[in-house]
């Protein structure tokens, strides 16, 4: 059983950064892919960005190329999500997520494992 904390979250300015945390349970992750995901009121969960454990490959999605970095600390299973110039539209509850297996990386209903979310907010 995979346990997920998220934290991190917070208020910020239009164009102010903030950095996501997720730290994952002991155990063993070469295989896994670890994503955050976000959801905004009304809206459907949505894809930002993955990385595959072993070999930190990442993705993201179009609305975050460029502003978002994922990476992770394999000593601390800890994965992070540095998010630069922000913008309003950013505004959501992000979670982060686990699978074990690498395909569909940006299909929520794919991951297992999920953590209890995070509010960011972003004011113009």
């Known amino acids: 059983q995979v346990q997920l904390v998220e934290s991190g979250g917070g208020l910020v300015q239009a164009g102010g950064s903030l950095r996501l945390s997720c730290a994952a349970s002991a155990g063993t992750f070469s295989s896994y892919v670890m994503g955050w995901f976000r959801q905004a009121p009304g809206k459907e969960r949505e894809f930002v960005a993955a990385?595959?454990?072993?070999?930190?490959?990442?993705y993201y999605a179009d609305s975050v190329k460029g502003r978002f970095t994922i990476s992770r600390d394999t000593a601390k299973t800890t994965v992070y999500l540095q998010m630069n110039s922000l913008k309003p539209e950013d505004t959501a509850v992000y979670y982060c997520?686990?699978?074990?297996?690498?395909?569909?990386?940006?299909?929520?209903?794919?991951?297992?494992?999920w953590g209890q979310g995070t509010q960011v907010t972003v004011s113009s």
């Open positions: 990385i595959k454990w072993n070999f930190a490959i990442t």
């Open positions: 997520a686990a699978k074990r297996t690498a395909d569909r990386h940006s299909v929520p209903s794919a991951y297992g494992y």
